[in-house]
């Protein structure tokens, strides 16, 4: 509610245009929306004056306005749409971080006032406070960790089991010539200390397969993001999955899946979401008749004994899986709620995204209500 006590400006992410005498439009830089309104002459000078400096009251008064009903309601109005801020009340807020991170965080921080209802301070104290697991360190798990850092992530535990090879240089996108043979969650916590040395880092480099008990690392997180793709990031993601559903905590499957890198997975809440064995009741019936086809003549034998069929990529296909992620995460830490769109990939020739969403399964043993 409006208390024309305290004092408003327009949010930073916003720009006004006049459109003759009587037409006002608000210009949403970050989502492109717009807020076209007819108004009086009086309600231009009122918004003309927001420049979180005065009170409202005496930006009435400087205007000749009486302070009515009628501009309580629209004032009201434009705070429901996230066009004005309080800056008296954020003011108050600002006490939760730090004027180091406020600096830091400055263009962040306009843009979640832009987009999200939550005050943005809030959101960026979540950030910081939230423990994210980081299943595998390759090109897609350490992106999202490098992003997530950037963003105000303070706490992060990494897994994964592979050293960095020559090879990791084409698509990762913190190694270089010296991390060769060093584990690759090693040197990703070298790294993501240079970003921040605030952050709490605990780096493991360890085979998560069947047998792994998880606990020791589940009790400790808020959120868990899996990309561990051997031997399949399905298979990976219903074991971390159920884990995840018992304790209640919420994971992203990210990385490459049916061996395309432009792809981006699913959001998993518990008792929200559809669980993961829901989606994978949801493959095994839609892909029952479905084999994968290997070109085994063009891959070495030395890859066939080790089963390691490697499929073509680029840093920018990592890079769009990683990008497309860390919004998702981030829209989730400041809203508490799923994204709309669930597994995405992006089609190359049409640059567009086709989603797969589905629905929860009613007869699911895990989330299921019957």
């Excluded at 509610?1 to 949403?28: A, K």
């Excluded at 606990?215 to 031997?231: G, H």
């Excluded at 070495?300 to 680029?314: A, C, Y």
Aim: overall charge negative.
């Amino acid at each position: 509610m409006i208390n024309p006590n305290y004092v408003y400006s327009i949010n930073q992410s916003i720009d006004v245009y006049r459109i003759g005498d009587d037409i006002i439009e608000f210009y949403f830089i970050n989502s492109r929306r717009r807020v076209t309104l007819k108004v009086t002459l009086s309600v231009i000078d009122i918004i003309s004056s927001l420049n979180g400096r005065n009170t409202i009251l005496e930006i009435c008064i400087t205007n000749s306005v009486e302070y009515s009903t009628d501009v309580d309601a629209f004032l009201n109005y434009l705070m429901e749409e996230n066009i004005i801020s309080c800056i008296t009340t954020r003011e108050k807020e600002k006490s939760i971080l730090s004027v180091t991170d406020i600096d830091r965080y400055d263009r962040q921080l306009n843009y979640f006032d832009s987009v999200f209802q939550k005050p943005s301070y809030e959101i960026q104290k979540r950030l910081q406070d939230e423990v994210v697991l980081v299943l595998g360190a390759g090109a897609i798990g350490s992106g999202i960790a490098i992003q997530l850092v950037m963003s105000g992530v303070r706490n992060l535990i990494l897994i994964d089991k592979d050293d960095v090879t020559i090879d990791s240089l084409q698509r990762h996108f913190y190694f270089n010539v010296s991390d060769i043979g060093r584990p690759k969650t090693h040197a990703l916590k070298d790294y993501l200390l240079s970003i921040d040395s605030s952050l709490a880092c605990e780096s493991y480099q360890k085979l998560i397969d069947f047998d792994t008990t998880m606990d020791q690392w589940l009790d400790r997180s808020s959120f868990v993001i899996n990309t561990l793709d051997e031997p399949y990031i399905g298979i990976t993601s219903l074991k971390v999955g159920r884990a995840c559903y018992e304790k209640k905590i919420p994971m992203f499957v990210a990385g490459g899946f049916d061996a395309h890198l432009m792809s981006t997975g699913e959001l998993i809440i518990p008792d929200v979401s559809p669980c993961v064995d829901c989606y994978t009741s949801h493959f095994s019936e839609t892909l029952k008749d479905w084999e994968p086809q290997y070109n085994t003549a063009a891959i070495p034998d030395s890859e066939i004994l080790n089963n390691r069929f490697e499929v073509g990529g680029l840093a920018s296909m990592s890079l769009f899986s990683i990008s497309y992620t860390v919004m998702a995460i981030l829209n989730y830490f400041a809203t508490g709620s799923e994204s709309k769109y669930g597994r995405g990939e992006l089609l190359f020739d049409k640059l567009e995204i086709k989603y797969l969403n589905i629905s929860k399964n009613p007869n699911c043993l895990i989330c299921g209500s019957i």
